[in-house]
């Protein structure tokens, strides 16, 4: 499965996910904010990109695209998963299709611009005559979601609209906001090439600047916690290990450890590769489904309940191979069992097993416990104690 959140985004979760209507293709629609009314005799100031995020993080969550693009600077903020559905267009109840769910994916991007806006001195009439800075990014990613490279009601070139609900309802693609049935906006009257990368229509890619090839040097948060460059953390140890067991620590010259070096960054791009990813979507940079697939869960804070891990310990030895039942945390309890040398690394799945539970009956004997005490069971006493030696919180 490709990224939910598209890698080096920002991300402001707006929550309030809601799935899309799996009988349609997969969609991607494209916005301007269109913010303010100029014209060539009179442009007016371009409005900030912090304001547009604020905006629809706030009064205007209810309109709210997935991405939020500056295409003068790259910067984009993420408000929706890609597989949840977005608030951007009308979706009256005479219209045949929800039009925000209208695909596989209906991913909507609004770029923040508006025609003849006025940014450090220069004015712009149109999208495609600014930057576009990141648009290959954003199209990357996109495009891993399976949106074919095609503009079924052709490219939006003018402020016109061209709408037909059959060719919504069974083609996938690109749509501008004028192509949507049962809306009325006429944006946004141009959008960079899907094939020829960023700037204006009509430049050949070999003239755009090719930029250099830098390690990717940005945060992601999944499940409270940061991955990335200069993420610290008993999960960067995880994945570092976990990267190593599945055979991807070649740029390893130390470690791994608990701080994201650019070695932890280029094995997770490595490991990204393998899955299939590619350009920007293998960045080294963590996103939630690839973590998932490395590790069988996500890491979270570092509190351990002692009924879950109890649970656990009592269940999946007698499950099936591999059985989770409270996997994060258990996967925290297995973690300190090897940093204490009582576990091998590659039994730090999640899974409260046999091998765990033997190595926590060695633990409790280190604790001083004896015979049926040292059963493997975790109890409060022996799981308070690891916890004040490896960094835990334990609650009930």
Not at 69 to 94: C, E, I, V, Y
Not at 276 to 299: C, F, I, M, T
Not at 350 to 360: D, E, I, L, M, N
């Amino acid at each position: 499965m490709p990224e939910l959140w598209l890698p080096g985004a920002e991300i402001h979760d707006l929550g309030d996910h809601a799935p899309t209507d799996q009988q349609y293709p997969p969609k991607a629609i494209a916005h301007i904010t269109w913010d303010r009314n100029a014209t060539a005799a009179a442009p007016q100031d371009w409005c900030s990109y912090e304001d547009l995020v604020g905006y629809f993080t706030g009064s205007g969550a209810g309109d709210a695209p997935h991405l939020v693009w500056d295409p003068f600077s790259g910067r984009t903020a993420q408000l929706f998963p890609a597989d949840s559905r977005s608030k951007s267009l009308l979706s009256p109840s005479q219209s045949p299709t929800r039009t925000n769910r209208a695909g596989r994916v209906v991913i909507q991007i609004e770029a923040v611009f508006f025609p003849y806006c006025r940014y450090q001195g220069a004015v712009y009439p149109r999208l495609v005559d600014t930057p576009c800075a990141g648009w290959d990014r954003i199209h990357a990613w996109i495009s891993s979601w399976g949106v074919p490279d095609i503009w079924p009601m052709g490219r939006p070139t003018d402020f016109s609209g061209h709408r037909d609900e059959r060719t919504w309802e069974a083609l996938g693609g690109w749509y501008a906001h004028a192509h949507v049935p049962y809306n009325d906006h006429t944006d946004p009257g141009s959008w960079p090439d899907l094939t020829a990368g960023p700037g204006s229509p009509g430049i050949p890619p070999q003239q755009q600047p090719v930029p250099p090839v830098t390690t990717a040097r940005y945060q992601v948060s999944i499940n409270g916690l940061p991955y990335g460059y200069g993420a610290q953390g008993y999960q960067v140890t995880v994945v570092g290990r976990a990267l190593v067991a599945h055979g991807f620590g070649d740029h390893y010259r130390s470690g791994p450890g608990p701080n994201w070096t650019d070695a932890d960054t280029e094995n997770y791009a490595d490991y990204q590769g393998s899955l299939g990813y590619a350009g920007q979507a293998a960045d080294g940079v963590p996103g939630e489904s690839s973590l998932r697939r490395l590790l069988g869960y996500l890491p979270g804070q570092r509190t351990v309940s002692v009924s879950h891990v109890v649970a656990a310990a009592e269940t999946d030895p007698g499950a099936a191979q591999g059985h989770l039942t409270y996997g994060s945390e258990v996967a925290i309890v297995e973690q300190a069992l090897a940093d204490e040398g009582l576990l091998d690394q590659r039994w730090v799945d999640g899974s409260f097993g046999t091998r765990t539970v033997s190595a926590y009956a060695a633990w409790q004997r280190r604790c001083g416990y004896q015979a049926g005490a040292a059963d493997g069971i975790p109890g409060q006493a022996s799981l308070q104690q690891l916890g004040a030696a490896q960094g835990f919180a334990v609650t009930d």
